[in-house]
């Protein structure tokens, strides 16, 4: 049987199948995605699938508000949109400190500006990862207590790997040309390549096209 012609449309739909699995796999253990971006995938999507962008939208928005009602974890959300305004607040200062030492030389004001952005950048670097590491350990400590919701958006995932082989196995195309970075590996048709290390917290996956799946 030929094997149908890999088009632009394809490989298209195949990166936004990958990135709607990841984004829900990492949902699952509180690692979240800008939604407008997981909306944009979905939507670019030609094909037609049998859950609503609503559906998924409501119950990653259920997860995502669960640990409001923890007053730390609150915090640590606070924090994060003050480490973001400050990191882009220090980048403007040292890309601005940069282009007038180049144009007028050095001064004590540009050198101050660097200082300041450089430090501004690392400080809130490292409040980031704090704030997000104890948001994690939360999501890891409630796992029981979310099972129902990350249940749901474990069989959406399950359902797009499906529809994601369907297409590999159509066109003929090697599934190592669209690997998937995720936190669970309890899907079916999912094969571990690498697992997590130091610096990649992700399991390296390629869907299985084989006749047998487990």
């Not at 990166?15 to 944009?40: H, P, Q, Y």
Request: hydrophobic fraction near 40%; aromatic fraction near 12%.
């Amino acid at each position: 049987m030929s094997k149908k012609k890999v088009t632009v449309e394809v490989k298209n739909n195949l990166k936004n199948l990958v990135l709607l699995i990841e984004a829900l796999d990492g949902f699952r253990r509180g690692r979240g995605v800008s939604l407008s971006m997981m909306e944009k995938a979905y939507y670019n999507l030609t094909i037609d699938l049998p859950v609503k962008w609503k559906y998924i939208k409501r119950i990653i928005q259920s997860l995502i508000r669960y640990p409001m009602k923890d007053g730390r974890v609150f915090r640590h959300y606070k924090l994060l949109r003050w480490a973001r305004t400050f990191t882009n607040t220090g980048i403007v200062m040292i890309i601005i400190g940069t282009v007038i030492a180049l144009i007028f030389g050095r001064s004590e004001l540009t050198l101050a500006s660097l200082f300041i952005g450089v430090g501004l950048v690392y400080s809130m670097f490292f409040l980031n990862w704090y704030s997000l590491k104890q948001i994690y350990k939360y999501y890891d400590e409630h796992a029981d207590e979310l099972s129902s919701r990350t249940k749901k958006l474990k069989d959406v995932a399950q359902m797009l790997i499906n529809i994601m082989r369907e297409e590999l196995i159509k066109y003929g195309i090697s599934p190592t040309k669209y690997p998937l970075r995720l936190y669970n590996t309890d899907y079916r048709s999912i094969e571990v390549i690498s697992k997590p290390t130091f610096y990649r917290k992700t399991f390296l996956c390629v869907i299985s096209t084989e006749e047998k799946v487990n």
